[in-house]
């Protein structure tokens, strides 16, 4: 339902003297393993219940990727996807980028693999790491080089393998997490704003509450950090919802401030889908109702950086995001990171 209100609306962007090489999502597309895992299959892997999962988190199944399929397959997939929609030639990429913290490997970058599966030959790539943020963060890096007419075509990718660092034995963070990849096209499209204003924040002070402790520089793989088990997701839920909520909400706040817009004029908020609780809290405190509020949480989990990327195109394909309408994204991850965007369709 698009029932919000029309109204100009500030474009923050207009006072550059670049401001007719804005930057649209001119397509977007999405994947996710086939493999599902349901409340009802992590009652037989861990001590939890149905029950106890969706009242904690609103998650009812999530899809897990195989062994042999990695994060820049899914990410290649939901490239794909998108580029079939735009009708744009793996030639005519210019920039490529990944949002993951779950890579391939630490070097090449999972970007450098995507580029070799899609076959955009001559684009340059690079992976970005913001944790659940990362989309947003690439959307307002892929902007920048479009603004700046270094590029005409970015590819945005967000991608997350989150199965490969779930600790299985955890049930408060294991019954989280899904796989799965989110793509968007970013060209220049004359007579629309596109991408209005993006905020980008970050707290380094509170990395330690969400984090996987081992395998970098800091503590490099052992067997001693193998057999502690800090190769795997490590979170203080209670300090992550309260910090999300008030990062999520402050972000949003801000976006549309910068637009002159109030939440009654936005036909589609789509926040980081990490847990029902905190985007409830969220909406709550945003105004927003509940046509203007988009969630496949329950189907798919917390997918990280994949996550508003494949919510977004999942309410594109299903009708709740047409041309014109004004979208609103916010995030919130582990560093602490947090964003928020104001999109024109």
Known sequence: MNSAPR???KNPRAQHDFRSRTGS???VGSYVPARVLTNADLEKM???SN???ITRTGIRERHIARPDETTSDMAAEAARRAMAQARVKPEQIDLILVATVTPDMLFPSTACLVQE???ARRAAAFDIEAACSGFIYGLEVGQQFIMSQSCDTVLVIGAEKLSSIVDWTDRNTCVLFGDGAGAAILQNRPGSHGLLT????ADGSKGSVLCVPSGGSRNPASAKTVAAREHFIRMDGKETFRNAVQAMHAAAI???RRCELDISQIQCVIPHQANRRIIDAVGERLGVRPDQLFVNLDRIGNTSA???AIALDEAVAQGRIRQGDLVLLTVFGGGFTWGAAVIEW
Not at 198 to 201: E, F, K, S
Request: charged residues 20%; without cysteine.
């Open 7 to 9: 109204k100009t609306f």
């Open 306 to 308: 994949a996550s508003v």
């Open 117 to 119: 599966k899609i076959g």
């Open 46 to 48: 861990v001590e939890t």
């Open 25 to 27: 999502i001119v397509a």
């Open 198 to 201: 993006v905020h980008l924040g």
């Open 254 to 256: 801000e976006v549309l």
């Open 51 to 53: 029950e106890w999962i």
